[in-house]
């Protein structure tokens, strides 16, 4: 029987999705996917080290000159990429040269550690996702392949039915919340080959929808608090990550 393979180090390179933005815990702070993996791995591992570079709102390009060179200076056991998605949101967007820095990066990290991980990342379904599918297709197409080429993992999030579901998402309905992030957390832990805790895939009870006014009230409530702040950073070329320091720059100890 093949052994689960053992990491005592782990870094997590991305954008929001990664950062772990979502409804937020009572100090302010998130607790992200990435997060809930590492502190898995430091249960049963002691020193386990962990630094997440991830900073919201990054671009591609951004994470590949910005944090690529610094993960693979690290080492580490585990390294997880997901970045590209922000691009495919952008009015102009050309999806061959966000492949072609994914690629390099790809090429950059996969010889530095002992494993590394990409994701189709999930998304919420709607009008707004429905438009930009064919880019998230080809981008995620092309990921297939660089984990195959380069013999990294992926994570087939954007294939999750239950992951889609407006349930799993935040107020800002561009991040998971926090059961959102749990899922996502249990799919890296099974694609490790880690024996299941949970069953990420199972779908939410079927639940009433809610009353026009209430639907409408939400709306408005989305549009004023988010869109508007949303499209302004967009047409100012302001990114909501501008001038933030990466959630963990240091690959030390974490106790989770």
Same mark, same amino acid.
């Given at each position: +029987?093949? +052994? ?13 999705? /990664?950062? =772990?933005?979502?409804?937020? @815990? !009572?100090?302010? $702070? ?14 049963? /591992? ?27 200076? +690290? ?8 970045? =590209?998605?922000?691009?495919? %949101? ?10 072609? @820095? ?9 010889? $530095? ?5 990409? +994701? #189709?990342?999930?998304? #919420?379904?709607?009008?707004?996702? /429905? ?21 990294? @993992? ?11 579901? #407006?349930?799993? *998402?935040?107020?800002? &309905? %561009? ?24 069953? *990420?895939? &199972? ?34 070329? &302001? $990114? $909501?990550?501008? =001038?933030?320091? !990466?959630?963990?720059?240091? @690959?030390? !100890?974490?106790? =989770?």
């Amino acid at each position: +029987m093949e +052994m689960t393979a053992t990491y005592t180090s782990f870094v997590a390179l991305g954008d929001s999705f /990664t950062e =772990g933005m979502s409804d937020g @815990l !009572p100090d302010g $702070s998130y607790r992200g996917w990435a997060d809930l993996v590492a502190a898995r791995f430091a249960a049963g /591992t002691p020193g386990f080290r962990y630094a997440n570079l991830a900073v919201r709102g990054k671009l591609i390009r951004q994470i590949a000159d910005e944090q690529v060179e610094t993960a693979a200076a +690290m080492s580490a056991d585990l390294v997880t990429l997901v970045g =590209g998605l922000n691009d495919t %949101l952008r009015p102009k967007c050309d999806v061959d040269e966000v492949c072609a @820095l994914l690629a390099r990066s790809v090429e950059r990290l996969a010889p $530095s550690c002992k494993q590394l991980v990409l +994701m #189709r990342s999930p998304i #919420r379904r709607g009008p707004v996702a /429905t438009r930009f599918l064919p880019r998230m297709e080809q981008l995620f197409s092309f990921i297939d392949e660089l984990a195959e080429r380069h013999g990294a @993992l992926a994570v087939d999030l954007y294939g999750a039915e239950t992951l889609g579901d #407006r349930r799993m *998402w935040a107020d800002d &309905r %561009l991040h998971l919340n926090a059961e959102g992030h749990r899922r996502v957390a249990e799919a890296v832990w099974q694609t490790l080959g880690h024996a299941p805790e949970a069953d *990420w895939t &199972r779908l939410l009870p079927s639940a009433v929808p809610p009353a026009w006014a209430a639907r409408r009230a939400a709306d408005l409530r989305f549009t004023r608090q988010h869109l508007v702040p949303w499209i302004g950073r967009r047409l100012t070329g &302001r $990114s $909501s990550g501008d =001038g933030l320091p !990466p959630k963990r720059a240091e @690959l030390l !100890p974490y106790e =989770g």
